[in-house]
């Protein structure tokens, strides 16, 4: 069975400084691998998908990269502002109908 | 866009009630998904539907029923609600099956539920 984990749980930084959130899973077959954003009594937002064939995403001040080999993938955040405050999950697809194994997050938050 | 719009979002039941959480998308999204969300346990699965008349059961699937009522609506039903169903509960949808490596997840903003 796939698992997702989340290192660390929990990650306080203070502005400007650089983000960088890790995520591993055991099984390399996956399909895509995907970042999220969730604020306190929101749903998620996606913010990267990196398709398997794929070594990293780059959108503004985000990118995420993929070891598959290694079953890695971590996300750097750039210039950390209090408005990235929120917890990170991330997920991989798992089979071709789109089943996501989710990590229980990186809850993040950047100080004034 | 309104996305995936979820109601209510707030439910408080009595054990044994029932009800039924509504979930509707506009982007014409093939596969429908309905998870859970606990402190500590991450989110889970407790049904989908990779297509308009089709559904199946995920991870954490008893005590729930679904309905795919049309390709827009997916809706999630607890025949007798028990305080083990406290949760937070979210609808999410993508493009289509067999597209995957093209397809974020979109969720909508939760039904917060309390069963007491």
Not at chain 1, 87 to 105: D, E, H, I, M, P
Not at chain 2, 64 to 73: D, I, P, T
Not at chain 2, 80 to 109: D, I, K, M, W
Request: neutral net charge.
């Amino acid at each position: 069975k796939q698992e997702v984990t989340q290192i660390p749980a929990a990650l306080s930084v203070p502005e400007g400084e650089n983000l960088v959130l890790n995520c591993s899973f055991t099984d390399s077959a996956i399909y895509n691998l995907q970042w999220f954003r969730q604020d306190p009594g929101k749903g998620l937002t996606s913010l990267l998908l990196i398709q398997s064939s794929q070594r990293e995403q780059t959108s503004g001040r985000l990118n995420a990269s993929l070891d598959k080999s290694s079953g890695r993938s971590t996300l750097y955040i750039a210039a950390s502002q209090p408005g990235d405050s929120a917890t990170y999950l991330c997920a991989v697809t798992v089979n071709s109908w789109g089943k996501l194994q989710f990590g229980a997050g990186t809850q993040v938050v950047v100080t004034p | 866009n309104a996305g995936v719009t979820q109601t209510p979002k707030f439910q408080v039941l009595k054990t044994g009630q029932s009800m039924t959480l509504q979930c509707a998308q506009d982007m014409n999204h093939n596969s429908m998904y309905w998870y859970r969300q606990d402190p500590g346990m991450g989110l889970r699965l407790i049904y989908y539907s990779a297509s308009e008349g089709t559904t199946d059961k995920g991870e954490v699937p008893n005590g729930y029923n679904v309905s795919r009522l049309n390709k827009r609506e997916f809706s999630l039903r607890l025949e007798s609600a028990a305080p083990s169903q406290t949760s937070v509960y979210f609808c999410a949808s993508h493009e289509a099956v067999g597209r995957q490596e093209n397809s974020p997840l979109h969720f909508g903003n939760g039904t917060r539920l309390t069963v007491t």
